[in-house]
């Protein structure tokens, strides 16, 4: 077999939602150049599929003898010409309705989704998938295949996508690559415990020394992905307005936070309005606010200058006492007889002023505290989201109802001018024909890039988006993870799982899910390493259990020897059991091959209570970090690591060993057993 070349081999990872591909083995391992979206539209002809959805459109076409002799009366309605009735239907023949096939690639209606929680769901719309990215790519014919199979697909399925591979495109080489094991390679691990968080499922499977253990792998958990946070954030939000597009836009946004366990939620002070007390005399202070009786709880004045409520005698007696300038009258105020009910007025209004000020100065403070504060301990962020609306829709407040503009059907058509009656000749009427088809072509071009449009709105969001995954999602995948570990038949491996822990999956990009994961684990299974050893289980059976006085505490034993101090008795007992006159004084042989049997029996007990002390519960957990030797992915982060492992894996199967390692099946292999022998040869 020649040789495969890097740019030549094809790498494709379908997903519930996106499906990534790319063509080429870059220098440096980059992520995906294509992602496209896992769906397809069903075409006009049955059984047949669209990667875009495809929508008509009925058009009025002026035949040629409208062209020719032109119209009298100014401006021609298009689609209110005559000839058309009020049904849209041609009577005379003079025009023609003409149906016009457009793509749509902002319309989502009718999509079919192939992939449903990892399993493929619709074969047929699978099939087309595959063949619209590789038509896409447009591979040479001596390509490579590498396709990264989810953990749901069973071996019939995988029978099946190399029987399509091999014979549809006629491929020579075809493997299959489980999504856990490329998630090892992309962590450069042999042995791991990997957590795909996908959109509606998450898969959870061990691996170790790049061999995947079926026994307990927990595959296809249902409402533990993306879509179960935003049904999450829907169910306590959906009382205020929120719809779904809403919430998934929110969980995609850096407000929407996953707490740790036992993380307490910010609670919302209730505080008074300063503006409200004013208004209805609780406080006598304020820029421009004229001091008066509202401070002593009377009736407070209106709004405006000369209009004012309570007894009017008793306000002049007071407001004769001080000038507009607030200039005091003492004479006028010592003649009164009241001096010192109007000094202790002037006190509490003093006082009141100061405690509004020092008031809004708090509230202020308080405030720029608050937008201080980190966003887990906020009671409110603000969420800009975009709202998407059909031109339809809008009223004629921003941009025009689009009816008339779209050309659809009940729409206001666009008036074109008639040829002025001069114009008979061929020439000038092939011009105005060629015009008219450069306009529906621009204006079917403005269409499709002006069909949806989105607004731009914003609206404040309380703790509810802190608990997108406060509906048992972390617990259940924390189960699903001590469950798949436990199963492993190599117990001394178990603890090697604990501390390598991988999580990737795009379900697990909401900010602090990993975390939350952790320590959820953390809190639910670990036991540090002190009390891992105080249980007498965990104690050779020869030693007795420790009491408080230590009289029965083991004691390292120290026997003297001429060898010297620091020897170790085995080695000892080893090199003298064959030789009496190496052994020393007062042992005799016999004695020193009792003492080495007792030795290795100790040893062996000690070394297997040393080992199930980590079987059954871990004493530590650690999640893996991804080496940083690839520049591009740094930005991207781990969720799509996947990805990344497959190249690792496409370089070392197609190009470095050329098959010897059985990675990849051959066309002639595929020849002899046929889709079978896929099970021998895939990763």
């Keep these: 077999m020649p040789p495969f070349k890097d740019e030549h081999v094809l790498i494709i990872s379908p997903g519930s939602q996106t499906t ?23 075409a006009e002809k049955r059984g047949e599929w669209e990667p875009i959805k495809v929508r008509e459109r009925r058009t009025t076409k002026a035949t040629s003898r409208d062209a ?34 457009e793509e749509d690639p902002t319309n989502e209606e009718g999509a079919v989704y192939p992939l449903r929680d990892g399993r493929v769901a619709d074969w047929s719309c699978f099939f087309a998938l595959l063949t619209h990215i590789y038509n896409t790519l447009s591979p040479p014919f001596h390509t490579p295949i590498l396709v990264i199979s989810q953990p749901t ?55 170790t020394d790049f061999a995947i253990n079926d026994p307990g792998r927990a595959v296809g958990l249902l409402n533990c992905g993306g879509e179960a946070m935003t049904q999450r954030l829907l169910e ?9 597009d809403m919430c998934e836009q929110l969980k995609k946004n850096p407000i929407c936070e996953v707490l740790p366990q036992g993380a307490e939620l910010p609670v919302e002070v209730e505080a008074g309005n300063p503006a409200a007390a004013a208004s209805t005399g609780v406080i006598g202070s304020g820029d421009g606010q004229r001091g008066s009786i509202t401070a002593q709880g009377a009736v407070p004045r209106g709004p405006g200058p000369n209009t004012q409520a309570g007894d009017a005698d008793e306000e002049r007696e007071f407001k004769d006492g001080e000038d507009d300038e607030g200039v005091l009258d003492v004479a006028t105020i010592v003649a009164s007889g009241k001096t010192s009910e109007f000094l202790a007025r002037k006190e509490r209004e003093k006082a009141e002023r100061a405690a509004a000020r020092k008031k809004d100065a708090a509230d ?57 009656p001069g114009v008979q000749n061929e020439a000038q009427a092939a011009e105005i024909a060629a015009a ?3 306009e529906e072509r621009k204006e079917e071009r403005r269409r499709n890039k002006e069909g949806t449009a989105f607004i731009r709105k914003t609206v404040e969001v309380g703790p509810e988006r802190l608990q997108a995954a406060s509906g048992g999602i972390l617990d259940r995948i924390a189960d699903a993870v001590h469950r798949s570990v ?72 120290h026997h003297a020897s001429h060898h010297g101090p620091g020897v170790n008795p085995l080695l000892l007992a080893a090199t003298t059991a064959s030789n009496a006159n190496l052994a020393p004084p007062g042992q ?74 059985k990675g990849f099946m051959s066309r002639t292999e595929y020849n002899e057993m046929g889709p079978q022998g896929i099970h021998e040869s895939c990763l």
């Design 153 to 207: 697909w069973t071996s019939q399925d995988h029978e099946t996508l190399t029987q399509f591979f091999f014979e549809k495109f006629k491929t020579p080489a075809f493997c299959l690559m489980d999504s856990a094991l490329a998630a090892c390679y992309a962590f450069a691990t042999s042995t791991a415990t990997v957590v795909d968080v996908g959109f509606g499922k998450c898969d959870v499977s061990t691996i």
């Design 236 to 244: 306590l939000l959906g009382g205020k307005g929120f719809t779904r």
């Design 436 to 438: 008219v088809r450069k």
């Design 588 to 661: 005799s042989q016999p004695q020193l091959h009792q003492q080495l049997q007792q030795q290795q029996y100790y040893q062996q007990q000690q070394q297997h209570h040393q080992h199930s002390s980590h079987a059954q519960t871990p004493t530590s957990i650690k999640v893996l970090k991804m080496p940083d030797y690839f520049p591009e992915w740094k930005d991207i982060g781990t969720e799509e690591a996947g990805f990344l492992g497959a190249q690792v894996a496409a370089k070392v199967v197609f190009v470095v060993d050329q098959g010897l390692s």
């Design 364 to 420: 202020a403070a308080a405030a720029s505290k608050e937008r201080a504060l980190p966003n887990s301990k906020r009671t409110k962020a603000v969420f800009h989201f975009h709202e998407r609306r059909p031109l339809e829709d809008l009223n004629s407040n921003g941009k025009r109802a689009t009816d008339g503009e779209s050309g659809q059907d009940g729409a206001e058509t666009k008036r074109q001018k008639t040829p002025e």
């Design 486 to 557: 436990l199963a492993v038949p190599e117990v001394n491996k178990r603890s090697d799982l604990w501390d390598s822990l991988i999580i990737v999956g795009n379900g697990s990009k909401v900010k602090g899910f990993k975390e939350a994961l952790l320590a959820t684990l953390t809190a639910r299974y670990l036991i540090s390493p002190s009390s891992a050893t105080i249980f007498s289980s965990e104690l050779p059976s020869n030693f007795t259990t420790p009491v408080a006085t230590g009289a029965n505490t083991p004691q390292p034993q």
């Design 68 to 101: 020719l002799h032109g119209h009298s009366g100014g401006d021609v309605v298009m689609g209110e010409a005559n000839g058309i009735n009020g049904d849209g239907q041609n009577v005379d023949g003079d025009q023609e309705d003409e149906i016009l096939y």
């Design 20 to 42: 990534l591909a790319q063509l080429g083995l870059p220098e440096s391992f980059t992520p995906a150049r294509l992602r496209i979206p896992t769906r397809m539209f069903p």
